[in-house]
């Protein structure tokens, strides 16, 4: 894994991930704007979906349907937490841009705007991950992340353990994917839903894990799900799947407040 500072190969290619527009390699000099604590930043407020992290979901369950998505025709799937029913609609955004606090802020938002990307040199995919930060959020007027003398802060210790452990849970969750799609327990589902007042809503690109395949599967399949602790996340992912309910009473909610005039959410 590298860490700020590391040299950077001629011929690097780094990829942004999800919701990143142009990532840099983080240097010690930088100043970095950080969100203060529980403002959502701007690329996170039109998001209906967020990638979760496989100890995340236990909490995530509580508020969030919990679901498998692949770009790939079911090569590879990735975990996602949805935050709303619509395109572009973050149903657990508040009027003053703060993350409701009666839910769970995923970590995929509170690294922002720090990451580790994946890193290409002269075409070829390298196994470490390198320290990135969202080119934007370097600032002049920013937060230091280290002192003059190179020593990191404790602001930058706190972010760079959140970094490290959530990059290490994208990997079993990963894992997880992986497993599940081997053993032919994902299958693909439409979100149809109809409100009392406007036009029927529908999510579809999405995949659960079905019931009936995780009753009938082999049992040595089933040891290997024990083995790797994969059972309480699944059964959390299962019981999320009610708060698709829940997110369509929670934005009736906020469309009759967005009404009442002098309310807002």
């Known amino acids: 894994m590298s860490t700020p500072d590391t040299p950077v190969a001629d011929g690097l290619s780094i990829t942004p991930p999800f919701a990143y527009t142009e990532i840099v390699p983080l240097r010690k000099e930088h100043r970095v704007l950080v969100p203060r604590a529980g403002k959502i930043p701007p690329p996170f407020r039109a998001l209906n979906a967020l990638p979760l992290s496989i100890v995340e979901f236990p909490l995530a369950a509580r508020d969030y349907p919990i679901v498998f998505v692949t770009a790939n025709a079911g090569q590879t799937y990735v975990a996602f937490a949805v935050l709303g029913l619509e395109a572009e609609r973050n149903l657990f955004l508040m009027s003053d841009n703060t993350w409701d606090k009666r839910a769970y802020l995923p970590a995929y938002v509170r690294r922002y705007p720090f990451c580790m990307s994946t890193i290409t040199v002269d075409g070829q995919l390298r196994e470490e991950r390198l320290v990135c930060v969202e080119q934007k959020a370097l600032r002049d007027k920013g937060d230091r992340m280290f002192d003059g003398a190179g020593a990191p802060l404790p602001d930058w210790d706190r972010q760079h353990k959140l970094l490290i452990e ?71 992912h299962m019981a999320s799947m009610g708060n698709f309910q829940r997110l369509l009473d929670r934005r009736a909610s906020l469309s009759a407040r967005a009404n009442v005039p002098g309310v807002s959410a």
């Open 166 to 236: 959530y990059e290490a849970d994208l990997l079993r969750t990963n894992e997880m994917c992986a497993t599940l799609a081997s053993h032919g327990l994902l299958e693909p589902f439409t979100m149809q839903a109809q409100p009392n007042a406007g036009t029927p809503l529908a999510l579809s690109g999405m995949a659960r894990v079905a019931e009936h395949k995780l009753v009938e599967l082999e049992p040595e399949k089933i040891r290997t799900l024990m083995q790797r602790g994969y059972f309480a996340p699944v059964y959390a």
